[in-house]
């Protein structure tokens, strides 16, 4: 164990400002990241079920391999 | 997308383009893109005169020099072959340390002293703990030692 | 047991088999990044010379190599796409960009927090730290141009040719602190010396490396799926599936 006290901890050497910003703004984007690609795929299937409801006629291909 | 955003997305991809390859031309032109200058290149004439520019060393041992009442520090840096002093006032890094690497921008005066406005501390690669340093400090000592005798 | 591996060259197979591995690489990303963050914080002890603020390794090491694997791996696909005229392997490339942008991002963000306490300044215009903002440039003109062009093939085209264009930066942020005088240190990790890191610090930082390595499979395998769903739309097997998750 590194730390005396959870204040040592934070306090990082006097760096913490430095430390904490570093892990602080890394977990926003991690967490910023999973929440858009969430929000991406609830809009395409709220968007689908849109056009689902509707009767517009579509197109539909057979899958065909790439 | 809206034609409005598309627009400005193709305007933003075209800027960044012609941005990186311009850039990446000057990277092939690598005297353009000296970082530092070395005391030795000082001494052999090829920083430029007149202009600003940086100078990267070793800070001398022994060099450092603080003058009382104010934040003005006199210390040397050095690349083992030249010496350049350097005379510099405001607030110095916390890796600021004789023997440790330093980077310096300002102008070379007419006297031959490097007139910082600019003092920045190079750090190696090295990360071990106090102890393994200590350790290792201990060892090139005893060596050395062992060689003069 | 001959696997087919082509079969997964096709939207559908793919996306099936990409959400069976998602919630592995989830389980692998927490393990591994609880375990880096131990290893980093409560084991690996303070350095003689940064202190404590060297602490930031843990993360900028990881974010700064994932941005350029992230970059190659991109640009591969990207080429396999225009090449083969492979849909899923543009998809790929796209689904990967982003990713690579954040890491780069957070590179160029942990970096400034590292570099104002230790060598005195958030920034300079050194080799290092100016191939790495380009670097960054690259991930956003990918996306921009991408975005920009309506028709998915053109734009995976136009794409590529970025992607590929842009690789020839990724050696020259590696070579950068040999190649030039920099204020960035040299490399304290690589394939042909023996590691500058004390053990416990390099291991907390490779368990962050290898977590890094999941969490990116994991974003980019869910956006991958997301894409393939949109660009797929107007497919049986779509239709299919969203009749069952309808149903259920």
């Known amino acids: 164990m590194n730390w005396e006290s959870w204040s040592e901890f934070f306090a990082m050497g006097g760096y913490g400002v430095y430390v ?15 929440l858009l690609i969430s929000k991406r795929r609830r809009t395409l299937d709220k968007h689908y079920g849109l056009i689902h409801d509707s009767n517009t006629k579509e197109e539909i291909k057979n899958e065909t391999t790439s | 997308m809206k034609p409005r955003h598309k627009k400005l997305a193709a305007i933003v991809a075209g800027v960044t383009a012609l941005g990186v390859a311009s850039i990446l031309v000057l990277n092939a032109f690598q005297s ?13 004439n090829e920083a430029p005169v007149g202009k600003s520019f940086r100078i990267g060393g070793l800070v001398e041992m022994g060099s450092i020099q603080r003058e009382d009442g104010s934040t003005t520090v006199r210390f040397a840096v050095t690349d083992t072959a030249e010496i350049i002093p350097v005379i510099y006032t405001g607030i110095l890094p ?39 340093a200590e350790a290792l400090e201990q060892a090139a000592k005893a060596q050395k030692a062992s060689l003069t005798q | 047991m001959a696997i087919n591996w082509f079969k997964y060259s096709s939207p559908a197979s793919f996306y099936s088999l990409a959400g069976k591995m998602i919630p592995i690489f989830v389980f692998l990303a927490v393990v591994l990044t609880i375990a880096g963050l131990y290893v980093g914080f409560f084991v690996a002890p303070t350095d003689f010379q940064q202190g404590e603020a060297y602490r930031i390794i843990f993360i900028h090491v990881p974010a ?7 970059y190659v ?45 230790m060598w005195g300044t958030w920034w300079v215009w050194d080799a290092r730290l100016t191939s790495e903002l380009i670097l960054l440039f690259l991930y956003i003109g990918f996306m921009s141009l991408q975005a920009a ?33 920099t204020l960035h240190q040299g490399a304290s990790v690589s394939l042909n010396q023996a590691p500058a890191m004390a053990t416990t610090m390099l291991t907390g930082m490779m368990i962050m490396v290898f977590a890094s390595w999941m969490y990116s499979i994991v974003v980019i395998l869910k ?6 769903l949109e660009r797929e739309s107007h497919t049986a097997w779509v239709a299919e599936l969203r009749k069952k998750e309808a149903a259920r």
């Open chain 1, 20 to 34: 904490w910003g570093s892990y602080f703004v890394t977990l926003i984007c991690i967490v910023g990241e999973v």
């Open chain 2, 32 to 44: 353009n893109l000296v970082f530092f200058f070395s005391p030795t290149q000082v001494m052999a």
């Open chain 2, 94 to 132: 916390d890796l600021f340390k004789e023997g440790k690497g330093v980077v310096a921008q300002g102008k070379l005066s007419d006297n031959g002293i490097f007139e910082a406005d600019e003092v920045l501390a190079k750090h190696d690669e090295n990360y071990m703990p106090p102890e393994a």
């Open chain 3, 64 to 70: 700064a190599w994932m941005s350029m694997f992230l």
């Open chain 3, 73 to 117: 791996i991109m640009a591969v696909w990207a080429g396999i796409g225009l090449a083969f005229n492979t849909r899923l392997s543009s998809m790929m490339a796209t689904a990967i960009a982003p990713t690579g942008a954040m890491f780069t991002f957070l590179a160029l963000w942990t970096g400034a927090l590292w570099g104002k306490p």
């Open chain 3, 149 to 181: 062009i309506d028709d998915p093939r053109r734009a995976d085209k136009a794409g590529a040719i970025i992607a590929l264009v842009g690789v020839v930066n990724i050696p020259i942020i590696y070579f950068s602190v040999q190649w030039w005088n």
């Open chain 3, 223 to 228: 956006r991958v799926r997301v894409i393939i």
